[in-house]
């Protein structure tokens, strides 16, 4: 997995984010604590929003997501400019290789302990046989200077385009759709989260043939976007691109998922996130006695079954059915 970058230029606050994405690193990585994890994120996303520094933990204290215990860490940091905690787990050279394997794509915390208990902490000895490494695993050290990269906005969206016209020489019906951090606004973005989807290919469909992910990758592939494959699935593909005609441009991790057109607008919701943003509307959907998927919208019966999915065209109707005032996608944090 890759490590999460705060890029918002000129955050006021942007020290003090890094040492909380580095608390929740080591709470997912090390500690395999998803509850401080997710508690550090929501922390430093609270502050990465402010106009102005924080002054002390008392101020930060009063802020959404910011318990005592993090203000009392913002408060050492402030006073001291540095966090014992932080120096303490970079003392533990364990720690250390651990962090430092899961930023291989697809090496997660598991295979990071198992890997460090074996004594491989290195990259060079990841290149060892006896890592014993998959195939994704394979790829993510291949490239793994080249996925720790941010890729600008201006790429995605030549990458984009490429994408598009290519998919749409196939069938001009397809829909194509990048999700993630870019559609959030963000000016880099870690990969590129494609959706596609086309208005004959539905969840109770008979022509579902009509939409093939291999013959779309295959023929990205012909228009050197697609350079690597780590996984090929009916729905999902994973992989590597590159910006055609552009060979200094660094390799960039990119995940299309073919959905039906009926999901289409849950997906791209769900895709769209930020995570802790989904994890928000899920909740509310809950208290409003819905639930809310990457897939569909469903009332909830008195028994708490799900019903029937209601009918999406938009995102704006899910927003809408849960009563809730419309989101734009940079505004979903
Ligand atoms: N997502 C989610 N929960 C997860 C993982 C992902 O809700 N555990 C959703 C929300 C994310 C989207 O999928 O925004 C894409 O996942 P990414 O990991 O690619 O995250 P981003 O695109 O938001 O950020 P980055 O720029 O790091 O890729
Ligand atoms: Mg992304
Ligand atoms: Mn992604």
Redesign the pocket.
């Known amino acids: 997995g890759?490590r999460?970058?705060n890029d918002n230029a000129g955050n006021p606050n942007q020290d003090l984010c890094d040492f909380l994405q580095e608390l929740a690193q080591y709470e997912r990585n090390v500690s395999k604590n998803v509850f401080k994890y997710n508690a550090y994120r929501k922390a430093a996303a609270t502050l990465s929003g402010l106009p102005e520094r924080v002054k002390s933990g008392e101020e930060a204290r009063k802020l959404p997501g910011i318990g005592e215990k993090i203000a009392k860490k913002i408060e050492e940091f402030l006073t001291t400019g540095k966090l014992r905690k932080l120096e303490d787990i970079n003392k533990d050279d364990t720690n250390v290789a651990i962090n430092l394997l899961t930023r291989v794509s697809g090496i997660g915390p598991a295979k990071a302990k198992e890997l460090v208990d074996a004594g491989i902490k290195t990259l060079e000895q990841l290149k060892e046989p006896r890592a014993k490494l998959n195939h994704h695993q394979k790829i993510g050290l291949k490239y793994f200077d080249d996925f720790e990269k941010?890729?600008p906005r201006k790429e995605i969206q030549e990458i984009e385009r490429v994408m598009k016209n290519a998919i749409q020489d196939l069938d001009e019906e397809y829909i194509v759709t990048i999700?993630?951090?870019?559609r959030?606004e963000?000016e880099?973005?870690?990969?590129i989260?494609a959706l596609l989807t086309h208005p004959m290919y539905t969840s109770n469909g008979s022509k579902n043939n009509v939409a093939s992910l291999k013959n779309i990758v295959d023929y990205l592939e012909k228009k050197k976007l697609i350079v690597d494959t780590i996984s090929l699935g009916r729905t999902k593909f994973m992989g590597v691109c590159q910006l055609p005609g552009s060979k200094d441009k660094p390799f960039r991790r990119l995940?299309i998922r073919l959905v039906f057109h009926d999901q289409y607008y849950c997906a791209v919701l769900?895709?769209?996130?930020?995570?802790l943003?989904?994890?928000e509307m899920r909740a509310h959907a809950l208290a409003m006695k819905y639930t809310l998927n990457e897939y569909a919208l469903k009332r909830l019966t008195p028994e708490g079954t799900p019903g029937e999915a209601e009918e999406i065209t938009c995102e704006e109707d899910i927003f809408r059915i849960l009563k809730l005032p419309y989101k734009e996608p940079k505004d979903r944090k």
């Open positions: 890759k999460k970058a941010r890729i999700c993630g951090s870019y959030r963000k880099e973005s870690g990969d989260d995940d769900y895709f769209t996130g930020s995570d943003f989904n994890k």
